[in-house]
């Protein structure tokens, strides 16, 4: 998109920082709602034939179905659900990239030429707090985050995000990327560290402990970090449908496959990303594989070339 365009959907959100709770498999409630939109019920055995009888299998919907005591789900019997306990994340919106017309840029890893918008999910409260206590990130910079990405370390700190292309005059969003650099950096760190510590090798020059400790990175780890890397790709995609149907009004949302990503977006051998979080990910939220392209993707005339020279596919979700 343009910045143009971008400048005017944050000007009409006015997203400064909006709540985002969420638990494991919420995904599941989520689309269920999605598919009550437009039925005042929704038949059990129907949705048992069609293909999203996978939401049954979550722990949430698969609850909520034995207590019911009937063969239909309405929005009043989500409406009244207890919801387990769960993470009180916040999410605010950003820009990425460059506009230049009829060129793109490899660096941004934008599939054509212009501004993503980006959703920053940010931790939770108790996080941050326990974080600043174990870390103590006042007496320098953040170590786990890479301010060359689009993430917030200010006010917030960003635990994961998501690119979005949008085009409102097609009525389409594509996942451009999701990507987690925090928790995977502790876990790296923290590795590397135990590795040297079983060697024998002297630590106490490493450059990490200039904030913190290795029993603190451990503490930081163990008891505080752990849950969040089984729900932060399942709850950055999620807030990415719940953003895009509630806030921007749009159901088609387009998610690149891995080759379609590695092929349109410049990725160099350094820098290619993880398969599931292009394959597993979108599969498990009922994401269908198609060969069509977004329609703005396909009237972009950088990409046509590209695009009649090797075909490639791409995910969809669409009710």
């Known amino acids: 998109m343009t910045p ?15 709540p985002y709770f969420y638990f494991k498999d919420k995904y599941a409630l989520d689309i269920t709602k999605f598919l009550l939109e437009d039925f005042q019920e929704l038949r059990i055995g129907d949705l048992k034939k069609s293909r999203f009888a996978f939401l049954l299998q979550k722990g949430p919907v698969k609850d909520l179905v034995s207590k019911l005591g009937k063969n239909t789900i309405t929005k009043e019997d989500i409406q009244v659900i207890r919801f387990p306990e769960g993470k009180g994340f916040s999410y605010t919106i950003s820009e990425w990239g460059e506009y230049t017309p009829h060129r793109n840029d490899s660096y941004y890893q934008t599939s054509r030429p ?35 990405h689009p993430v917030s370390v200010k006010k917030e700190y960003t635990m994961s995000w998501a690119r979005l292309d949008i085009s409102l005059e097609t009525g389409e969003v594509l996942v451009e990327e999701i990507q987690n650099d925090w928790l995977r950096e502790v876990h790296r760190v923290l590795a590397y560290l135990e590795y040297w510590e079983k060697k024998g090798k002297d630590l106490s020059t490493y450059w990490l402990f200039e904030y913190t400790s290795l ?6 780890y163990s008891s505080l970090l752990k849950p969040y890397y089984k729900l932060w790709d ?6 990415v449908l719940v953003f895009s149907k509630e806030e921007l ?29 292009y394959s597993k990910l979108p599969k498990r939220f009922g994401f269908g594989e198609t060969g069509e392209a977004p329609d703005f993707i396909k009237k972009e005339k950088y990409l046509k070339k590209k695009l ?4 490639v596919n791409w995910y969809k979700f669409a009710l």
């Open 4 to 18: 143009e365009e971008f400048n005017f959907i944050k000007e009409c959100l006015g997203v400064q920082r909006k």
């Open 114 to 148: 212009g501004i993503n918008l980006v959703l920053r999910l940010n931790f939770d409260l108790k996080h941050n707090w326990m974080y600043n206590r174990l870390i103590c990130p006042d007496k320098g910079s953040h170590p786990f985050a890479f301010t060359g």
């Open 215 to 220: 029993e603190k990175l451990r503490t930081y």
């Open 234 to 239: 399942e709850a950055m995609l999620n807030l």
């Open 249 to 277: 009004g749009i159901d088609s949302i387009y998610y690149h496959t891995y080759e379609s990503g590695k092929y349109l977006k410049g990725y160099g051998s350094y820098s290619l990303p993880p398969r599931s979080v």
């Open 308 to 311: 009649r020279k090797k075909a």
